[in-house]
């Protein structure tokens, strides 16, 4: 993948991007099969993180089925 000419590495693509400000348009080139296509994008405002927050009222039920599901409790997670 490049952005822009430049060949963005794995892991690179959030430290490429944050260079550029929400309305810039870039090129971005990926490879599909044999051919190398180039799309011109506009960038939005990004995302934020999606949380998890504890509901204030959950029952034992709920708090176990999580620790169950992510192998810890809430407030270890959400750290």
Partial sequence: M??????????????VLAS???GDEVAV????????LTRHVRLAVPRPAPRLVAAAD????????????????LHEVTR
């Fill in 29 to 36: 080139t990926v490879t599909r099969g044999p051919r190398l």
């Fill in 2 to 15: 490049a952005i822009d000419g430049r060949t963005v590495g794995r892991g690179q693509l959030r430290t």
């Fill in 58 to 73: 959950a029952e034992a039920d709920a708090r176990d089925a999580f620790r169950r599901w992510c192998g810890a409790e």
């Fill in 20 to 22: 550029h400000e929400p």
